[in-house]
């Protein structure tokens, strides 16, 4: 694995930690920042696997 698939694991440990914010912004009634933090755990677990699956144009690319 080269350094790009290691940093996979740091977008995925955001990701997650992104879904725990989310998580008490819901739980304090702050729905549309949940939502929005959501989406962006979203994107991140997305980039980890692109990153884990050494995809170049991610724009371009589907994920098998």
């Given at each position: 694995m080269n350094d790009m698939a290691d940093r996979s694991r740091d977008w995925l440990a955001q990701a997650e930690q992104d879904?725990?914010?989310?998580a008490s912004l819901a739980q304090a009634g702050h729905h549309e920042w949940?939502?929005?933090?959501?989406?962006?755990?979203?994107?991140?677990?997305?980039?980890a696997v692109h990153l884990a699956r050494q995809v170049v144009d991610h724009a371009r690319s589907q994920v098998p």
């Open positions: 879904l725990q914010a989310a949940a939502c929005f933090v959501c989406q962006q755990a979203a994107e991140k677990a997305v980039k």
